[in-house]
């Protein structure tokens, strides 16, 4: 079983996307932080709790990549999946490059979402072809 932090600020798009990581028997518990001072709080108290941490970018107290950069100081980037609305050709070649988990777009067709979710919940690496 595996804990997920999840780093979201729309009520819609987290307890939507938490109701459906909560549906695999995988999956522990589920936190859901709405900033990024409250993400690297809970990071950076209990970094060994989260088994698999979900990123969306635009968050408060996050510019770009600069959050993702925060958690791979403390070491969390192989288990870390940005889940962005954000297509970037540089975002993804970069956190591909620093080790991430993955990078997993928000404007996909559900079953290809759900399936992307399904694997990072798995611990395989998932980004979309450049």
Do not use: H
Request: glycine fraction near 8%; aromatic fraction near 6%.
């Amino acid at each position: 079983m595996i804990n997920v932090l999840f780093i979201e600020d729309q009520p819609l798009v987290s307890e939507a996307t938490a109701g459906k990581i909560a549906r695999s028997p995988n999956v522990g518990n589920i936190e859901i932080c709405k900033s990024a001072e409250k993400a690297l709080q809970s990071l950076k108290s209990t970094p060994d709790r989260w088994g698999l941490i979900l990123l969306d970018l635009d968050v408060p107290g996050a510019v770009g990549l600069s959050l993702a950069m925060d958690i791979k100081k403390i070491g969390k980037e192989g288990s870390t999946c940005i889940l962005t609305g954000a297509y970037r050709a540089d975002y993804i070649a970069q956190a591909k490059a620093s080790g991430f988990q993955g990078y997993i777009l928000k404007a996909i067709e559900i079953k290809e979402l759900e399936a992307s979710l399904d694997k990072a919940i798995a611990g395989e690496k998932v980004f979309p072809d450049l």
